[in-house]
């Protein structure tokens, strides 16, 4: 299972790496996101978080999830709790709520 998409306004590598210091600042522990599964790999999701353009969210199978919940397709819409900042690759890890995981416009 590796599904990945990027959206015609995904941010490069570049801008990401680039707004890291801002995100993490926009984005402490403990914030509650919401996002769109942009990727899917067996080890988690990718999320584009809303209102946060050049942040990338990862949501990881085991610990940020709930162990009954299925992996989000991508194209859904999810919400959950910042948890950690991975510096060395840029992402901000998320926790899942299962009650937010629900289909694009639905």
């Known amino acids: 299972m590796s599904e990945f998409t990027s959206p015609p306004e995904a941010?490069?590598?570049?801008?990401?790496?680039q707004?890291?210091?801002?995100?993490?600042?926009?984005?402490?522990?403990g914030t509650h996101v919401t996002g769109r599964v942009v990727?899917?790999?067996?080890f988690g999701v990718f999320i584009r978080i809303e209102g946060h353009a050049n942040a990338v969210g990862l949501a990881e199978v085991g610990g940020n999830m709930p162990h009954h919940m299925?992996?989000?397709r991508v194209g859904v819409e999810v919400g959950g709790m910042v948890v950690d900042h991975a510096d060395h690759n840029h992402q901000i890890k998320i926790k899942?709520?299962?009650?937010?995981?629900?289909?694009?416009?639905?």
């Open 39 to 42: 990727g899917r790999q067996r």
């Open 19 to 29: 707004a890291w210091p801002e995100t993490v600042a926009a984005l402490p522990a």
């Open 96 to 106: 899942l709520d299962e009650w937010t995981a629900r289909p694009a416009g639905g």
């Open 11 to 17: 941010p490069t590598p570049a801008e990401v790496r």
């Open 70 to 72: 299925e992996l989000p």
